[in-house]
């Protein structure tokens, strides 16, 4: 079946630290890959995605590289900022239209 | 740019009451996702329309609910006796799903919560 496991939270870090949030995926067949972002009072939003195998996603200093042969698409940043305290969901979707969410991680930047 | 819209925001209802939520995705997309999620936990799949058709549904979807899409515009959630364990935030997402895309836009969701 689909599922995606994601790193659990919460995660604090300071400001301008090095992020790593783990997600790996179980998948039948080629999937596509997400990071959303909740920040706080709003809805999910894209943040980056993958639709094959060493395929990066990068938006806003964020990246994430799909890796086939360890089923991961971990999400990083080199620097954060408190403006990046949000929630982060790794999703995928399979070869029908469902797409599966993991539990999302907590990300708190502290000054 | 009017995002997609979730009306109500808010809902409480006593346990065995019928529920109906209503999604205006954006006006262009001719996918429409439902989702619920439970506190502490990522969006579930609950079901999929393609403009009017229904084309996948949950597994894990009781028969007391229902979802429509009538002329590929709107679609409405239905939830028929409703039970403690439906409150939740249902969610609404929409998308174009043209070529490899498939970026959903998501509502602000609708909570409801069932005494």
């Known amino acids: 079946g689909n599922s995606v496991t994601q790193m659990e939270g919460p995660v604090t870090l300071s400001e301008e630290a090095f992020l790593t949030i783990n997600c790996t995926y179980t998948?039948?067949?080629?999937?596509?890959l997400f990071w959303y972002v909740q920040y706080p009072g709003e809805g999910l939003q894209l943040l980056l995605k993958?639709?094959?195998?060493?395929d990066k996603g990068s938006n806003k200093g964020f990246e994430a590289t799909y890796r086939k042969e360890t089923t991961s698409f971990h999400l990083e940043k080199g620097s954060v900022q408190v403006s990046d305290s949000a929630v982060y969901f790794c999703?995928?979707?399979?070869?029908?239209?469902?797409?599966?969410f993991g539990t999302g991680t907590s990300l708190t930047v502290i000054p | 740019d009017t995002g997609v819209s979730q009306d109500p925001r808010h809902k409480i209802t006593k346990r065995g009451q019928n529920v109906t939520f209503r999604c205006d995705p954006i006006?262009?997309?001719?996918?429409l996702y439902w989702y619920r999620q439970t506190l502490g936990q990522g969006p579930e799949f609950l079901t999929y329309?393609?403009?009017?058709?229904?084309?996948?549904k949950s597994r894990l979807l009781s028969d007391r609910f229902s979802a429509e899409r009538p002329k590929g515009s709107f679609s409405t959630l239905e939830i028929q006796r409703t039970e403690q364990g439906d409150s939740a935030m249902y969610l609404c997402?929409?998308?174009?799903?043209?070529?490899?895309?498939?970026?959903?836009?998501f509502g602000p969701g609708t909570r409801l919560t069932v005494t």
């Open positions: 997402a929409s998308s174009l799903g043209d070529g490899s895309s498939y970026e959903q836009y």
């Open positions: 998948a039948t067949g080629y999937p596509s």
């Open positions: 993958a639709t094959k195998a060493d």
């Open positions: 999703a995928l979707k399979g070869p029908g239209n469902q797409f599966y």
């Open positions: 006006s262009e997309h001719n996918r």
């Open positions: 329309f393609q403009n009017e058709a229904q084309l996948e």
